[in-house]
């Protein structure tokens, strides 16, 4: 009957019909009353997980695999390596000096970038770590040209020694990384690196 109702009096309660969809996205089984909807990832979703996969198999193989792509990492260094010396250009309008120079020197980390310009120039003379090969050992408190003052160093870097085979690299350098070596050479006065033994003048203090 359509009223629910039996011939016997007892009243059945009529269930509401399910559209042909719902049932469809129902799962056959049943646990505890509860049946499970089957319903599929929206498509925008599929799609975005597909992007976001492949894009992370294209970004290790560029960044961890190729070698030709840059970290966030390093691209920060870079960055602030070149801020470092945008601010030791700055020091081009100061005479050269020894206040001038010891700045330079006194920046850790202007001085760690330019170990790469040590080794490019001077290297090859004066060691990887300034302990001596052909030249002198740059580490120690002897002196063959003049008596180790930043402006004595910066000096002999800028005229060079053509005497000994040294190019003045003032003809080559900038002017800035002639004051970033002399800074850098400084600062390695007095570590007594093992190498080359001492040449020239012993000079106790700067």
């Not at 100061?94 to 206040?99: C, I």
């Not at 930043?150 to 040294?166: F, P």
Request: overall charge negative; charged content about 20%.
């Amino acid at each position: 009957m359509s009223d629910g109702s039996t011939e016997s009096g007892t009243t059945v309660p009529v269930q509401p019909k399910k559209s042909g969809a719902e049932q469809d996205q129902l799962l056959d089984h049943e646990y505890d009353g509860i049946r499970e909807y089957d319903n599929p990832l929206p498509r925008w979703w599929v799609w975005m997980f597909a992007g976001s996969f492949w894009f992370s198999v294209a970004y290790f193989f560029h960044y961890h695999v190729s070698g030709n792509g840059v970290s966030v990492a390093a691209a920060y260094e870079a960055d602030v390596a070149e801020a470092r010396e945008r601010a030791a250009k700055s020091s081009l309008a100061a005479p050269v000096n020894e206040e001038s120079l010891g700045k330079l020197m006194a920046d850790a980390a202007l001085m760690k970038d330019t170990q790469a310009l040590f080794a490019l120039r001077c290297a090859a003379c004066h060691g990887d770590r300034g302990q001596g090969l052909i030249g002198p050992n740059l580490t120690d408190n002897s002196w063959i040209h003049g008596h180790g003052s930043l402006t004595d160093i910066y000096g002999v870097i800028d005229q060079g020694v053509l005497a000994k085979g040294m190019p003045a690299w003032g003809k080559q350098l900038s002017p800035i990384e002639l004051r970033k070596l002399a800074a850098f050479i400084g600062s390695k006065r007095g570590t007594a690196l093992p190498g080359k033994a001492p040449e020239g003048e012993l000079v106790e203090h700067y």
